[in-house]
Each structure stands twice: as structure tokens, then as C-alpha cells.
């Protein structure tokens, strides 16, 4: 599959000005405002990995991550205030990886709470619900004390691998074998699955170019890890370059945003 991030990155920027004008408090249609906020995230998030990938620039890496995540936190919290359905948990799976990246633990936990707690038939599969609530109970552990096992125990029951719950249980205990034993195998799954994605005629090229390179949630793993003082080899795995786990030194000042329910 051939990207061109250069063009892709103009795309993105051209959508994300003109959807967030077009965005608003007045937006009526609940399936309208969540296909357009998912198209502004995942563009953000197009911009951020086309500007990795292409110049090596981490900072602007990271705040683009902190957009996608504060319009995604955005989203959820004017869709509960309006009494409408929330979005899918698992379609928050992205901005809440790419907070973590971020190291913007604060805006990670606000978007793993705002989750919602019951999957949507026909819209996500139980596995799907399962990780994303797993990630999320993962940071709200480590950044808020709360008690992940409910949800760990979901992604038990639901995971078609017993690396992902092994990586979860892993990072709660703080053990650092296990989680290196457990992300080798599951950067061995994403490769198969990235690699047959990419080889698909029917792959959006779009929506997937930012994850043909990088795998966010392994990042967020990562970044998860070394936070709680695991020794994670320092080496770059596939999909996990080190220039994505760079030291943030910038602070996101919450620009970009869309002009929703008061947040």
C-alpha cells in the first residue's frame, strides 16, 4: 500500500478547519455530530502520525494526540448532558491511547470515565468494548486508584489471545517479565493483523494510514509501563518507534476544540 503522508497531512488539516466550523452547540442530528467529531479526531490524529513519521517532530506528535482526545472528551460529555445514546466505547479506543502517549494523564482519565459501560449491538464487538475498557480501567488505576479488575476480567472472557488480559494484569502488578513477555506476543498479533490490512483492496487508505506505522495502543502500554517503573527494553519495537515515547515538553493548552455542551 502506498501513503502519501504529505497530501494525507494537507487533507487532514483542510478537514479539521472546516468541520470544526461546521460543528456546533446547535447540531441536532446525534448520528451527524458523531460521524463528523470521528472524522475531526481521527484526522487529528492523521496530522499528528504524518508529522512523526515525515519529520520526526514529537511534540507537535503529542498535542495533535491531545486534540483527538479533548474533542472525542467533548463529544461524550455533550451527549450525555443532551439525554442522547453515547458513542460506542470501543470508537474512543484511539483518543484515549493517544492521551496516554501523550502523557496527559488527566484528559486519559476523563475519557476512560466517560466511557459507556454498555456495548452496542451491531456497532462494536465484545472484544472491542472489552480492550478499550480495559485500557481505560487501566489508567483510571493508575491515575485515579480505581479498581480495574471488573474489567479485566471482562477482557478474560472476551479476548480471542490471552496476551491482551496477560499485558492488563501484567501492568496492575507491576511485573515487569510478564508484560515484556506478554507485549512481544501481542506485537506479533497486531503485525498479522496490520499486515492483512494493508494488503486489503478494501482498506480505506485515510483511516488507516495513521496506524500503518504506529500502533497507539501499544504506545499507550508502553507509556503506561515505564510510568509505573517497569523495565521496558529502551530498544523500539515494530508499530512503537522511541521518537513516539519522547519526553513531552510541551503543555496541550486545549486549542482546536469544538464548541459544544459547556465542558
Known sequence: MEIDYTLLREDAGAAVRALIAHIGRGDGDREALLSNTRELCGSFVTIA????????RTQPFFMNLCRSAENWRRLLIHLEQRGLTPAPASWGLTPLAGAV????????????????????????????????????????????????????????????????????????????????????TAISEHTTRTEKLARAFTTRVDRFAAHR???????????????????????GYRYCPPLALAPVTELYQGDWVLSLSPC
Open 49 to 56: 502520525a504524518a508529522t512523526l513519521l515525515l519529520e520526526g
Open 101 to 184: 502517549v501523550a502523557c496527559h494523564w488527566e484528559l486519559a482519565a476523563e475519557v476512560a470515565a466517560r466511557l459507556t459501560a454498555l456495548r452496542q449491538e451491531g456497532e462494536e464487538y465484545a472484544v472491542e468494548f472489552a480492550w478499550v475498557h480495559a485500557l481505560g480501567a487501566l489508567v483510571l488505576h493508575d491515575v485515579r486508584g480505581q479498581d480495574p479488575a471488573p474489567w479485566l476480567e471482562l477482557l478474560e472472557r472476551d479476548a480471542r489471545e490471552e496476551c491482551w488480559p496477560a499485558l492488563a494484569w501484567a501492568l496492575v502488578r507491576a511485573d515487569s517479565s510478564a508484560f515484556t513477555a506478554a507485549f512481544d
Open 213 to 235: 506505522h504506529l500502533w497507539f495502543e501499544g504506545l499507550a502500554l508502553l507509556r503506561m509501563a515505564r510510568r509505573r517503573g517497569l523495565a521496558v527494553p529502551n530498544g
